[in-house]
């Protein structure tokens, strides 16, 4: 019984024993850190020290919105050239003039572009003077008001033709578009000196728009025009004799101010040589020299016929698009290819850095005038594409030119000019 009594002694001895050993254990695992990515669970653990950088404070300041990018969009038509025929067109039961049926047929292009602008050929010389055609022209101003009213806003004077009426007639017509001050009137001017460079604005983009024409249908420059009508051409301020292959340093000169004072800066030259469709070599030179010196775009008029669009790159990367020839837009010429036309269409890409041209969306959409004879008159242009044989086989050129005029060779010669540059209404018109 004793003994019992002491080995029961002794196991309980060893119980607490145990009992305590393990408490101490648990003691000490439990004071230990916890493991990276564990919580502390102790409440006695210290607080995280505070952040040096603590978040900032809630401000009432908007955020401003990212900037949207746009497009805007330019179209440009060739030669208005005013011959009786189109004239007469618009003559009226009552012996007045109304010239609207000139761009019925575009008007959806006009007001789907931001910047519309032709090349008024023929001078506003005074309606009281009575009106002409080839070879020196006066055009009703009522032709300036339909140009007005169909919502162009760029009209180019420098051709030619301008100085057919003298600086009178020149004049004349610089009066006439004073009455419309949305239009800029680029080319020619009132005052011996105009002081600023052609700007128009488009919503917070600037264009300098920039006219010059070779020369006034002479050798010489007469001193009456010098200052009122830009040339393209270099001439001798003395005897104001035209050197044909020599650019004018005014025209550098204009550009580098215009890069100044505008995004864009387009140019647009009166030159080439007549009824040929490939660019003359004084084109060519003229063009680089222009691009060059910060031209962003080129628009030339003149040779009555379409000739090819180019890419030309500066030595210093800077790329400029160049139509060298619009062609016509209206006229009652004799040669069937003088029928074949373009309408330019540029598409330019803002955005919160740099506005540029859209290489993809920017070319040539053809376009063909359509007269009768028996008598001449207009009967409307259309863009190629709705044009049909139907129609080019009552085309007056037939008589009154003495020459075919069939929807294969237009078709055939577009594409021989114009090439990868061709654009369809789709590509225009579509949202």
Known sequence: MKYRR?????????????FVCLGVCAYDFFRQEPASGQAITDASAPLPTPSRNPAPEPTSEPIPEPFQEYDITLMALGDNLMHMGVVRTGKQNDGSYDFSFLFQNISEYIKKADIRMINQETIFGGDQIGFSGYPYFNSPTEVGDAIAAAGFNVVLHATNHA?????????????FWEQYPDILVAGISGDEQPEEIPLLAIDDVTFAILNYTYGPNAATVDQSLRGHLNTLCDCNPKTGAIDFTTLNPKVIQDIREAKFKADIVIVCPHWGTEYVTAPSRYQKAFAEEMAAAGADLIIGTHPHVPQPVEWITSEDGH???CYYSLGNYVSTQKDALCMLEEMAWVRFR????????????SGVLPLVCHYTSGPVRLGGVYPLEDYTEELARKHGIWNYGGVALHMEDLQQKCD????DMILSKSDILSP
């Open 350 to 361: 803002v955005t919160e850095d740099q506005v540029f041209i859209d290489e993809d969306s």
């Open 163 to 175: 100085a057919d009426q003298g600086i009178d007639g020149l004049k004349n017509c610089v009066s």
């Open 6 to 18: 002491s080995i029961h002694r002794i196991a309980i001895h060893v119980t607490i024993m145990l």
């Open 416 to 419: 021989e000019i114009l090439g």
């Open 319 to 321: 790329k400029t698009l």
